[in-house]
């Protein structure tokens, strides 16, 4: 019987095991920053946090728990027990942390037991009732008792999951117990039961059942005489029986959302004290003590209180808000990061190619700037912009021009004296714009500088800007943006004169968003400023 009860008790738990983790989901416990749960007494602790003075947050105000439950007593004494027999608490619970918390229960229960062994070895009350020959002794007791319990809870902490649907804890306390015991020694008409213990096989290996059987269809339900107890020798309390008393146990509670719960536990419960069961070990010849407890194995409905709290403690993972914020910081000061930059030229020591001394201007990779590619970094170079043909350069990079003038190179002028510019300037690059724009990239105006640098060291050179296409209004207009933006830019950048330039726009057999530029040849003269062509053409 005991085995059946057992197991039917196993497959509740797992059942109340798999409702409870279908049904609650796994979230986050409180907000830490929510000052409406922390209790005054903490709010120094709290504002000190929040202001990043103290690592650790305050502890939240929880809520309360009452709980009602109900289930099996029996008491493991002399006697075997009858079961189920059944018993009902109350308890309320508060946490004092995330893992201890103190319980304050009453349970009150009544136990049943009956011997299917024949006994010769009884006092008081069989002898009093007339009992001379062999019994069987039983008992009816009625138990309650008070108690406060410490309950330690053994999974909320958690390194993996933010929550849990179910807790574990064991707990253990000291309480106070009263008892009050009867047997069922006469029938209903104040008879003794000797004729039918006289008639029933004592053989109790092979007829225990059989037993059992008879003994409930002979007797009734009475239980009418006071079992033997302690008289005055123990103290009383409402004439029952009082003993102090400690408890040991263990359950799981199954979560059903913030605020109800249904829990399984199993508690032991100790009196020193060895007439719980009306029947003393030292009667059956042995005079060592053989105290009684009693079990309570229970299933019970919680429920938590308070407006202004969180869950209870043990319901909550402590490591959630750490977990939180490593790994996604809302109240934890971050150091700003520093990367090293070694020569303190804006370019970290990870991606800076070169250690450069104080005051050298450096590029993006933070190497010494050298605009004209002689080999000469800007800081040591007396003469910034070096055109091509008069590389390589002297340590001051400085370069050394071939055929300056007229009297040097006279294979370059020609008839009547005049300079052959397109020989003495070289080829010029040519500047390319976007389709349809007028605006210089910013390589065009490196290409810009160079073609100055070159101006500048032939002084007696002009210079042919041509602009390309002319087949409608917006092709004429276009190629005269082009050929002018050209012309202002060295003009007002590079302060090269206006009169060393000729002006051509609409030309053919060119790109329309290139503009050539050439040297002058021998003799070749043109404006170096021209009317716009449709200057009040609509652009898009």
Not at 298 to 319: D, T
Request: net charge negative; proline share 6%.
């Amino acid at each position: 019987m005991v085995s059946k009860k057992y197991t039917l008790l196993a497959v509740f738990l797992c059942l109340m095991a798999s409702y409870g983790f279908g049904q609650v989901k796994s979230s986050g416990g409180y907000d830490v920053s929510d000052s409406s749960v922390i209790p005054s007494k903490r709010m120094p602790q709290h504002t000190e946090f929040l202001n990043g003075t103290s690592n650790f947050p305050a502890k939240p105000r929880n809520q309360w728990e009452i709980g009602a439950k109900f289930g099996a007593v029996t008491i493991s004494g002399d006697i075997p027990a009858i079961f189920p027999t059944l018993g009902w608490g109350l308890h309320v619970r508060k946490a004092f942390g995330y893992v201890f918390s103190m319980r304050l229960e009453y349970m009150n229960g009544t136990a049943k037991g009956l011997n299917w062994k024949q006994n010769s070895f009884y006092k008081t009350p069989w002898t009093t009732a007339g009992y001379t020959g062999l019994v069987y002794t039983n008992y009816k007791a009625k138990m309650q008792d008070l108690s406060l319990q410490a309950v330690i809870s053994l999974n909320n902490i958690r390194f993996h999951k933010a929550k849990t649907g179910v807790n574990f804890y064991v707990f253990g306390g000291l309480g106070g117990a009263t008892y009050d015991t009867k047997v069922n020694a006469l029938d209903d008409g104040g008879n003794t039961y000797q004729s039918l213990f006289n008639g029933i096989p004592g053989n109790i290996y092979k007829d225990r059942k059989d037993t059992k059987d008879a003994l409930k269809d002979g007797m009734d339900d009475s239980y009418e005489t006071d079992a033997e107890t302690h008289v005055e020798t123990r103290p009383k309390m409402f004439d029952d029986t009082f003993k102090p008393s400690g408890m040991f146990g263990g359950g799981v509670a199954f979560k059903i959302n913030n605020r109800w719960n249904i829990a399984l536990e199993d508690r032991i419960t100790f009196l020193k004290d060895d007439l719980l069961d009306g029947q003393q070990w030292a009667e059956q010849g042995d005079l060592t003590r053989d105290y009684d407890s009693y079990n309570y194995l229970s299933i019970g409905v919680n429920y938590s209180l308070g407006s202004k709290s969180v869950e209870p403690l043990w319901w909550l993972n402590p490591l959630d808000y750490a977990y939180s914020e490593i790994r996604n910081p809302r109240l934890m000061r971050l150091p700003k990061p520093v990367l090293p930059d070694a020569d303190g030229y804006g370019v970290t020591d990870q991606f800076d190619q070169e250690q450069t001394p104080a005051g050298v201007p450096v590029d993006v990779k933070g190497v010494s700037r050298d605009t004209d590619g002689d080999g000469v970094p800007d800081s040591k170079d007396k003469e910034l912009i070096t055109p091509t043909h008069c590389q390589p350069v002297d340590a001051d990079g400085v370069g050394k021009c071939p055929c300056p003038s007229c009297e040097n190179c006279p294979d370059l002028c020609k008839g009547t004296g005049g300079i052959d510019c397109s020989t003495k300037l070289g080829a010029l690059p040519s500047v390319s714009f976007k389709k349809g724009s007028n605006a210089l990239s910013k390589d065009n105006e490196a290409v810009l500088a160079n073609v100055a640098s070159r101006l500048r060291n032939n002084p007696e050179c002009k210079v042919v800007v041509v602009g390309y296409c002319s087949s409608n209004k917006k092709e004429q207009q276009l190629s005269w943006d082009h050929v002018n933006k050209v012309i202002t830019y060295l003009i007002e950048k590079e302060g090269i004169s206006a009169d060393r330039f000729i002006f051509k726009y609409g030309e053919e057999g060119g790109d329309c968003d290139t503009v050539d530029l050439r040297g002058a040849a021998e003799g070749e003269e043109g404006p170096n400023t021209v009317a716009p062509p449709h200057p009040n053409l609509r652009k898009n």
